[in-house]
């Protein structure tokens, strides 16, 4: 039942990864296209995640963790140079 579990959640984020590339490339706007990459990582943070539960190894959840500080820093420098004031 686990197992079953995990693909439908896989299924449901690779889904989602479609959705957001689609407004990554045909975003009319740069703001969309940087919400729409904050959403990707996201979601493979999630992924990371379900992927270290489900192995078990607890590794998966450091490199979550910093991969999230990297992206919030990465979407502040974005917003900062987009309201020019870097």
């Known amino acids: 039942m686990a197992?079953?579990?995990?693909?439908?959640?896989?299924?449901?984020a690779g889904f989602?990864?479609?959705?957001?590339?689609?407004?990554?490339?045909?975003?009319?706007?740069?703001?969309?296209?940087?919400v729409a990459f904050d959403t990707m990582t996201i979601i493979s943070i999630a992924l990371m995640s379900l992927f270290a539960h489900h192995t078990g190894r607890t590794i998966f959840m450091d490199t979550a963790l910093v991969y999230g500080l990297l992206?919030?820093?990465?979407?502040?420098v974005i917003a900062r140079y987009l309201e020019r004031g870097l």
């Open 3 to 12: 197992n079953l579990l995990f693909e439908i959640t896989i299924v449901i």
């Open 71 to 76: 992206s919030f820093l990465g979407v502040i």
């Open 16 to 34: 989602a990864v479609l959705l957001s590339l689609y407004r990554f490339f045909r975003g009319p706007k740069v703001v969309d296209r940087v």
